[in-house]
C-alpha cells in the first residue's frame, strides 16, 4: 500500500443549512469579518499536507466565486443531498487525475474551528489504514432514549413532548466530526453502494459502516463544533478569537 498518497481536500457547502434559520446559507455566516467557509479553507491551508481545496457548491451558488481564499480553489457542483455532493466532488478528483491509493479529505464549510494538528493527525491515521480515519469525540453527556407518550394514568398529555425512557449506555459512543479522510477507491465504492440502494446517511463514515469496513477513530478537539443553530455562531466566536 502507498503510505505517501497524495491528499486531495474537499469541503461540501452546497447545502443551506434549513435549522440555522437564516435567509442565506449557513457557510455565509460572517464571523470575525469572514464567511464561515473562508474560515474553514484557512483551517485546511494550515495543513502541510494540502495546498490546494475542491470546494463543492449549489448550482445556484452567487458568492463562492466571489470571495477570496488562502488557498487555491477548484469547483463542483453539487447535488440535493449531502452525498450526492460528495460524489460529484469525488468524481472531479478522480476526473483531474487522482490515483486510486490517494486520499480524500472531506471537511464541512461550518465546521471553521478544527484545529490545525487535529487535521494532521487524522491525515496521518489515514495514511496507515486500508480505508481511512475520522475525526471524533468521546461522548461525555448522559445519553436518554426518548419517546412520545399521549396519555399518563388515562389523561391526556401534549403528545409532542418527548420522554426520557432510558439511558443509554455511552462507553462506546462517539460524536463524529470533520475532517474525515477516506481512500479513494474505497470512497467510490461505498459511495455507488448508497446509490444504488438509496441509503439515507448524515456522513461518510456511515457509508463504510453499512459495508463493515472499518474506519479509524481519531480523537479530536471539543473546540471543532459545527454552526447548526444560531446560539453556535456566538460560541465559534469565541473559540476562533481564542485561538488567535
Request: charged share 15%; proline share 4%.
Amino acid at each position: 500500500m502507498n503510505t505517501t498518497p497524495h491528499i486531495h481536500a474537499m469541503i461540501v457547502a452546497a447545502g443551506r443549512g434549513s435549522r440555522f434559520g437564516s435567509s442565506i446559507a449557513k457557510q455565509y455566516t460572517m464571523l470575525q469579518e469572514q464567511t464561515l467557509l473562508q474560515h474553514s479553507v484557512a483551517r485546511l491551508a494550515c495543513s502541510t499536507y494540502i495546498t490546494k481545496c475542491l470546494l463543492v457548491i449549489a448550482a445556484d451558488d452567487t458568492i463562492a466565486r466571489t470571495l477570496d481564499f488562502v488557498l487555491p480553489i477548484h469547483y463542483a457542483i453539487g447535488g440535493a443531498e449531502r452525498w450526492q455532493s460528495v460524489q460529484a466532488g469525488v468524481e472531479a478528483i478522480s476526473n483531474a487525475g487522482a490515483a486510486d491509493s490517494d486520499l480524500v479529505l472531506i471537511h464541512d464549510a461550518a465546521r471553521p474551528a478544527v484545529p490545525s494538528h487535529d487535521i494532521d493527525n487524522v491525515i496521518e491515521a489515514a495514511m496507515i489504514e486500508p480505508y481511512g480515519a475520522i475525526l471524533a469525540t468521546p461522548v461525555a453527556d448522559t445519553l436518554k432514549e426518548a419517546y412520545l407518550q399521549s396519555t399518563i394514568q388515562n389523561k391526556p398529555i401534549n403528545s409532542t413532548h418527548s420522554y426520557a425512557k432510558c439511558t443509554i449506555d455511552r462507553r462506546h459512543m462517539w460524536q463524529a466530526q470533520t475532517p474525515q479522510v477516506f481512500r479513494l477507491d474505497q470512497l467510490q465504492q461505498v459511495l455507488a453502494h448508497v446509490t444504488e440502494y438509496q441509503l439515507d446517511i448524515t456522513d461518510e463514515a456511515s457509508a463504510f459502516e453499512h459495508l463493515a469496513l472499518p474506519i479509524r477513530l481519531v480523537t479530536g478537539s471539543r473546540q471543532n463544533i459545527k454552526l447548526t443553530y444560531p446560539d453556535d455562531a456566538t460560541l465559534l466566536a469565541a473559540i476562533l478569537t481564542a485561538q488567535t
